[in-house]
């Protein structure tokens, strides 16, 4: 049986998600901004490995934050229709 998450909890995660996206996301600039001021073109930047895994990083984090607000908005959705 699955155990469902209420509602204070899924906003609790979702805020911990959001949170940890703007950490990843910062990273993943000032690394650009620091391979750009070395003299790296977009292209080379763009297929280093630390950038990309960074970038699918944040990629998997925005998905999740997304599937975690659909639960969110539908149950905020059926607790109101039922008052």
């Given at each position: 049986m699955v155990k469902k998450?209420?509602?204070?909890?899924?906003l609790s995660e979702r805020n911990r998600?959001?949170?940890?996206?703007?950490?990843v996301r910062e990273k993943r600039l000032k690394l650009k901004?620091?391979?750009l001021t070395a003299?790296?073109?977009i292209h080379s930047i763009?297929?280093?490995r630390e950038f990309r895994d960074l970038r699918k990083k944040q990629r998997r984090l925005s998905l999740l934050i997304k599937?975690?607000?659909r639960r969110i908005n539908r149950k905020q959705y059926f607790n109101d229709?039922?008052?």
């Open positions: 998450k209420s509602y204070e909890k899924m998600l959001r949170e940890e996206w703007r950490l901004e620091k391979m003299g790296n073109d763009r297929k280093d599937h975690l607000e229709t039922k008052k």
